[in-house]
Nanobody, 118 residues
Framework: QVQLVESGGGLVQPGGSLRLSCAAS????????MTWYRQAPGKQRELVAR???????NYADSVKGRFTISRDNTKNAVYLQMNSLKPGDTAVYYC????????????WGQGTQVTVSA
């Protein structure tokens, strides 16, 4: 059974930083593409950053240069370092895991709230 547990969210001032973590269990982690999504109130869930099983990364244009995704296959964890945070980054952030050979929606964590406000 796949389990994804996000942590690290919170309240931060504009310009500040946060580091999100997602701990995975129940999967062969190194075979999974890992993705961070976010959903703001009244908006659709959107992709923030992805790291493939091979370590390739891609980012939403809105976070390029500010956010960095990384993974540690020895710890079955994926991280999202968020710098220069803006109020527009306020959202619930979700971790997603999908086997690199599959095309389904993958598995989701419960989400962690990030609020950027003065």
């Amino acid at each position: 059974q796949v389990q994804l547990v996000e942590s690290g969210g919170g309240l931060v001032q504009p310009g500040g930083s946060l580091r999100l973590s997602c701990a995975a269990s129940g999967i062969s982690f190194s075979l999974y593409d890992m993705t961070w999504y976010r959903q703001a109130p009244g908006k659709q869930r959107e992709l923030v950053a992805r790291i493939t099983n091979g370590g390739n990364t891609n980012y939403a244009d809105s976070v390029k240069g500010r956010f960095t995704i990384s993974r540690d296959n020895t710890k079955n964890a994926v991280y999202l370092q968020m710098n220069s945070l803006k109020p527009g980054d306020t959202a619930v952030y979700y971790c997603n895991a999908r086997h690199f050979l599959r095309t389904n929606n993958g598995s989701w964590g419960q989400g962690t709230q990030v609020t950027v406000s003065a």
